[in-house]
């Protein structure tokens, strides 16, 4: 089953892949590494989810944010391979940031259905090394922001 029938099958469809917000680039290749820079709640008509995590949005809101950030990895490994989801060989591992005030300690949970959406689009080969770490801001007030390695 390919990647991009996985995906169908959750409902997701992956948008052209957003523009950095600064100056670096959205991934770099090196060998059989594809590194995807931290991907912001950005939805395909161009809305963030913005604000703290346990002061201005709630634990789902963080969960929605962190399901866009995937599905942006998710379109810059398709820009990187060429519209080829199938190139990838593995998740290794993805680093969440929550944006998120000191006494919220549910990071893990934020950052559940990112991982969970890359185990269902890859299978055994989605299941990735993780970090979910808490931070007072993000660039533009994001929510969450999510980093990705990949193999290819």
Not at 21 to 35: R, T
Not at 118 to 137: D, E, M, P, Q
């Amino acid at each position: 089953m390919s990647v991009t029938n996985n995906l169908s099958k959750l409902n997701l469809s992956i948008p052209d892949a957003p523009e950095p917000v600064g100056a670096y680039v959205a991934f770099k290749k090196i060998n059989n590494l594809l590194y995807v820079s931290g991907q912001l709640p950005i939805s395909s008509d161009g809305k963030m989810i913005k604000g703290t995590i346990g002061k201005d949005l709630t634990l789902e809101d963080g969960q929605r944010a962190s399901k866009l950030c995937v599905v942006n990895i998710l379109a810059q490994v398709k820009k990187a391979l060429n519209d080829d989801l199938d190139k990838v060989k593995n998740c290794i591992k993805i680093t969440g940031y929550v944006n998120s005030t000191s006494a919220f300690i549910d990071q893990p949970k934020v950052i559940n259905p990112a991982s969970e959406i890359l185990s269902a689009a890859f299978g055994s080969c989605g299941k990735h090394a993780r970090a979910a770490v808490s931070t007072n801001s993000l660039p533009l007030d994001a929510a969450v922001e999510i980093d990705a390695i990949f193999e290819i």
